[in-house]
Every structure is written in C-alpha cells, then in structure tokens.
C-alpha cells in the first residue's frame, strides 16, 4: 500500500466536507443542496481512497466507513446512510470493542437521529403509502404525493430517491425542463446510478432539445456504461440517425449497434429488460443493414406479451415503442428502492 | 495574565492551504465578538490553557485580531458572509459555532504548532483535523467550540459528564482519543466565546 496514493486519492475530500459546512451554516436551500451535493463527493472519495489501499487494517476499514456514513448523515441523505451503516456494522465486528466504540462514537447517535428523523418524515406520506406508488394513477392522489414528496425533500435534499420521484411527476406531465432539472440533481447525488443516466438520456431532448441530447451522447462511454444506459444509448442514436444527414447516418448507427451489442452482453444485470435489449440490438442490426425494421422484430425479441399489454403499437416505429417502454420500466423499478 | 502571543487572521491564509481557511474565516468573525456584550472590534483576547485541568491563573493570553480590508484581499466576499452568519439568517446555526472552532484550530495549530499544516478534515471519526494521514499512525486535531459555559463547559468536553435525570452520560472526548490504537498523535483544541477561554493541549502520546 501507498500512503501517497491514499493520501492523493483522498485529496480533496476533506475540503469538500469543510465547504459543505460552510454551506449548511449559510443554511438557505441551495446551500443545503449544494452541501449534500459535497458530502456525497466526499463520501465517494473516501470510499475511492479505501480501495486504493492494497490490504487495509479491520480499523482504516472502520474509520473510512464510519466516515462515509457520516458524510451520507451530513449530507442530509440518511436513506444512503442507512445502506453504508450496515457496511460500518459488519466492519465492526473485526474491531475489538474499547477502539470500534471510540471511533464510532460521533457517528452512532448522528446516525440514530438521523434515521429516526427520516422515518418520522415518510411516516407523513398518507397517499404514497397508501397507493404505494411515489407516482399514483390517480390526477388527484398525484398532487397530493407530489406535495409529499416536496416536503420530504425541503428536509432531506440529499436522498436522491426523491428527485427521482420529483422527476417522475415532472415527466408524467411533461414539464421537461423541471423534470431535466430534477433528474440531474438525482444524477449529481448519485452519478454512478445507471438508471438515472439513463432517464436523463430520454429526456434530453424533449428537455435540451437535440444539440443537448446530441452533447449528452458523446459523453457517455459505451466501454464503462450499464445496460439501462446502452440502451437508451442505442435507441436515441437511432432515433438522430432517422433525421441525420446521410453522411453522419451510418456513424450513428454504427454506434447505436456497438452499444446495443454490449447493453444485450449486460442483460443478466437488468432483466427486467432483457427483451428490450435484444429488440434494440435487432433494430440497431436491421437499420445497419438497410433494412426498414417493422414490429415483427419486437415478437422476436420476445416482447408479444408486452405488444398485446401495451394495446397500441406504434405501426412504423418500434424504436419509439422500444424508447417508451425502456423509460417506463426503468421508471418503475428505480420507484421501488425509496 | 499577559498577551503572550498575537496573531493577525489574514496570517491564516499563509500558514494553512487557503482552500480550508476561506470556509471557517467569516465563522471567525461572526462567532468571536458574539454575546460578550463587551468590546466588539479586535482585538480579542482568549485565555489559552495548554494543559487539562490544573489552576485557571494557568494560562497565556492569545490576542486575535484582523484587519477586514487586508482580509478581503484573500476573500473579498469575506465581510459580507460573515454578516450573513452574524445575523443567524440561517436554520443551521449551530454550524457556526462549529465551523468558528475549525477556523480558530487552524489558528491554534499555525501559532503552537508552527510549520505544520493540515491536510485532510474528518466529519465522523476523530480527529476532525488531521496533519498526517498515515494509517495506523494518524495525526491531528480534535476541535469543539463552546458558545458559553467557559471552562467548566470545555472540561465537559474533554473529560465527559455523567448522566443525569435531564441529560444522558457523555463520554469525554480525552478517553476516547486514549482508545484509538490507530492514532499516533492528538492535540485538543476547544473554545469558548463567552468567556473567551480556550484549551490547546496534547492528549496523546
């Protein structure tokens, strides 16, 4: 192990915590986000900073994730707190007792507080517990949840979930821009969650317009990105191709396959969406081969039962069936985990 | 008791990596001249204990001052944050006092521990300030700040208090730091605005 590479990794972590408290102490919302927002990079960097560490002793593991949690408490997220917490609780059990209780003795009663807070604040939620849904059917439950969820998230702006939610309303009623801004402030408090890239990706350009999206596509790398995000990939550089001029139509495509390819490879990751990929990866093959892709690709890509579900399907345009049904699954599954 | 040593806070911006010093300076300035009702321009006086416990005639005087202009020439917004927290238009206030500690620990650390340097800050493990990161070796600082209550509130603080039937037990910070196999070298630094009183004293080795 190397103390430099530690030390380096670790780097700037310390001085995002001291600006986040500096940022609470202001104590307006946008100090308080942009401070949770700080914590939640420090948390990472300190984790990034324990695995730099070749074999780290029961008692750096202990201290880091100590320190994690704390940052997650901090950073107003107890909800990510609460999942690093149960990290703390099994590194604890290799730390004999007089030194795991000196170092976990600030965290313990910040964690307790914080947790007991979080509870107290979803027990408030009437209609979203009622409906278990944080997007009802109903237009008159909708607002109420939203109203929920707000109020949740003016106490923990950190809990990403809840942006989540809050985009979710946005999208439903088509109010891109908010439902753009909710979405990525989800993505700032938790960058390495692949949905919320991915629904980022299907908004960009009713939220940014095309040039946005267009910026969005080239930053995303195939190489590193999760099945949710190759799809959405795939099928928005499908969808730019249709209206690109002939000499970028076939780079796009050939992107949107290379992506479909390897989002079909991940598919044991996401199986929720494993028709969608494999229909993607054949529409992407069909349109590189010149072909027009009608929806007999989608009975073959195993989605009939959806197609009969669905109702409706878009008669010359699988992609957008593809595109909808990808954003409403992801949709769903990510909406269970608040 | 005799001004033993005077610090000027736009030194702080040399002696420690401007990156922690511009966050807890306006803390400094809103939390110092707090509540004394008495004078409230620098500068202002701490009686500075080195050890724990032991008589209060004990100590030194370490007199803080700053010149706001010279201050705005590292921070211009400087005065202007530190009104914003004077005024408490915040619901975090707490944070100031806190913040106000870390600032006066960074002042403590340049004046009693000259050359060395902070590098890194802890928010849920001990020590909050660390000057060596070395696992198993670690180095630093434990800070807490006190807006009244003068000594008998910073010995709460270092030696813990026992339960009563209003307040559970709390353990003292100096016990706690004495546990921790995987620190090398701690200082306790704790302060107090009403009285301006303060503790800077090695706890370990």
């Known amino acids: 192990m190397s103390i430099e590479l530690y030390s ?8 995002q915590k001291l600006r986040a408290k500096a940022l609470l102490a202001a104590g307006d919302r946008q100090s308080r986000l942009d ?18 560490v070749e074999t780290p002793d029961a008692r750096l593991r202990l201290a880091s994730l100590v320190e994690q949690c704390a940052c997650l ?8 707190a609460a999942t690093t917490w149960g990290r703390v609780l099994v590194a604890s059990a290799e730390v004999p007792s007089p030194q795991r209780d000196a170092v976990r003795e600030r965290l313990d009663p910040m964690f307790g507080a914080a947790f007991k807070a979080f509870r107290a604040e979803l027990r408030t939620w009437k209609t979203i517990r009622r409906t278990g849904r944080l997007l009802p059917d109903s ?44 979405i990525e402030t989800a993505r700032r408090l938790e960058p390495d969650n692949s949905r ?3 629904m980022a990706l299907w908004i960009a350009g009713k939220a940014i317009g095309e040039g946005g999206l267009d910026r969005c596509l080239a930053g995303i790398s195939v190489e590193t990105s999760g099945p949710e995000v190759l799809a959405m990939y795939a099928l928005n550089q ?75 399907v878009p008669a010359n345009d699988p992609v957008e069936f593809v595109l909808e049904n990808v954003a409403s699954s992801i949709g769903r599954s990510e909406e269970l985990r608040v | 008791m005799e001004v033993s040593c005077h610090y000027a806070l736009e030194r702080l911006y040399v002696d420690q990596d401007r990156d922690w010093v511009i966050d807890a300076v306006p803390a400094v300035l809103a939390w110092v001249p707090a509540r004394t009702g008495k004078k409230a321009a620098p500068p202002f006086a701490f009686a500075l204990s080195r050890r724990l416990g032991g008589p209060a005639a004990a100590t030194e005087a370490v007199s803080l001052s700053w010149d706001v202009d010279a201050l705005r020439t590292y921070d211009s917004a400087v005065a202007e944050r530190a009104a914003r927290l004077r005024d408490g238009r915040s619901v975090q206030r707490e944070h100031v006092t806190e913040l106000a500690a870390h600032g006066l620990a960074l002042v403590a650390v340049s004046i009693l521990l000259p050359g060395r340097r902070v590098v890194h800050m802890n928010l849920g493990t001990a020590p909050d300030l660390v000057l060596d990161l070395t696992p198993g070796a670690v180095r630093g600082v434990e ?36 546990n921790r196999g995987d620190l090398a070298e701690v200082h306790l630094s704790l302060w107090c605005a009403a009285p301006r009183v303060a503790v800077f004293a090695q706890v370990k080795p």
């Open chain 1, 8 to 15: 380096s990794v670790l780097g700037s972590a310390g001085r």
């Open chain 1, 35 to 52: 401070a949770a927002i700080l914590l939640h990079e420090a948390a990472r960097t300190e984790d990034r900073a324990l695995s730099a």
């Open chain 1, 73 to 80: 408490v901090e950073g107003l997220d107890p909800a990510g």
């Open chain 1, 139 to 182: 237009g008159v439950d909708r607002k109420t949840a939203r109203r929920e969820l707000e109020g949740t998230m003016g106490v923990f702006p950190g809990v990403s979930s809840l942006w989540y939610g809050v985009f979710r309303h946005d999208s439903a009623e088509e109010r891109w821009k908010a439902a753009w801004k909710a």
């Open chain 1, 196 to 198: 919320y890239a991915a």
């Open chain 1, 238 to 312: 499908v969808s730019l191709a249709a209206t690109a001029p002939a000499s970028a139509r076939g780079g796009r495509l050939a992107k949107a396959l290379a992506a479909a390819i390897r989002g079909e490879s991940l598919a044991h990751e996401a199986e929720y969406l494993r028709g969608y990929l494999v229909a993607t990866r054949l529409l992407a093959q069909s349109l590189c081969q010149g072909d027009e892709p009608g929806h007999e690709l989608l009975f073959q890509a195993g989605l009939g039962r959806q197609m009969v579900s669905r109702g409706e």
């Open chain 2, 143 to 178: 800070v807490a700040g006190r807006s009244t209550g003068g000594r008998g509130a910073l010995r709460r603080v270092a030696d813990g208090a026992a339960a009563t039937p209003r307040s559970p037990a709390v353990a003292g910070k100096v016990a706690q730091l004495r």
